[in-house]
């Protein structure tokens, strides 16, 4: 079953706006990954946050998690026609080697 | 970081029949995942395979469907048996190093 609930499950926007997605989960963690997956393709490794981190940045990527809401954003600034892709949150359980996917945000950036 | 690569990348397959896929990283890892990702969802970890032990299987998953194997830190099959058309998918492995990485997946259609 899914650790994670992402919201929202599809969001359009335009180029050069930001896309913010959030990733809800339920128990406690030792890490929380994101991916994108573009339709049709593999999963695409963005940013591992750990649980004693509060915020992290890659290029135009900001996550953020706040541990005590069990939860993560996703922020995307400065979105261009090529961030059109499935966008997953993941998280490993405390205890557990495995990894549990979030529903997935369906961006669409239009040109 | 870890390389990963799947054989075959797409199968069509009749129903009753039996497909394995095989895995393959580049470095050692101690750990490596299957996932299942339907179509437009999310991915469903099935199982867990640890080389010199048996899968460890998600709710859901059984041995006698989903065999695994994992003869060595490099390499690991799933094999999908007796197969029905509900078991059209796309099958991910995944190999854990800090962050955890995907194939390319295996795109099955059953008939």
């Known amino acids: 079953s899914q650790q994670g609930e992402e919201d929202p499950q599809a969001l359009s926007i335009q180029e050069g706006e930001n896309a913010t997605m959030n990733c809800s989960y339920k128990?406690?963690?030792?890490?929380l990954q994101w991916y994108r997956q573009n339709s049709g393709r593999g999963l695409v490794h963005l940013i591992l946050?750990?649980?004693?981190?509060r915020e992290k940045h890659s290029g135009r990527l900001r996550v953020t998690l706040d541990t005590s809401k069990k939860s993560s954003s996703l922020l995307i600034t400065a979105s261009r026609a090529a961030d059109t892709a499935s966008y997953f949150c993941?998280?490993?359980?405390?205890?557990?080697?495995?990894?549990?996917f979030g529903t997935g945000t369906k961006l669409q950036v239009i040109p | 970081s870890a390389v990963i690569s799947q054989k075959p990348s797409r199968d069509i397959c009749q129903r009753g029949t039996s497909l394995t896929i095989q895995c393959q990283v580049d470095?050692?890892?101690?750990?490596m995942f299957w996932y299942r990702q339907q179509p437009g969802q999310s991915l469903t970890l099935i199982a867990t395979?640890?080389?010199?032990?048996?899968?460890?299987?998600e709710s859901g998953f059984v041995i006698d469907k989903f065999p695994i194997s994992r003869p060595n830190l490099t390499f690991s099959t799933l094999t999908v048996s007796n197969m029905s058309p509900e078991d059209s998918s796309i099958y991910l492995c995944?190999?854990?190093?800090?962050?955890?990485?995907f194939g390319p997946g295996t795109r099955l259609l059953v008939l």
């Open positions: 470095s050692q890892v101690t750990m």
């Open positions: 128990t406690s963690i030792n890490n």
């Open positions: 946050i750990r649980s004693n981190e």
């Open positions: 993941a998280t490993d359980a405390k205890g557990y080697q495995k990894v549990t």
């Open positions: 995944s190999a854990r190093k800090e962050t955890q990485y």
């Open positions: 395979a640890n080389q010199g032990s048996e899968a460890t299987y």
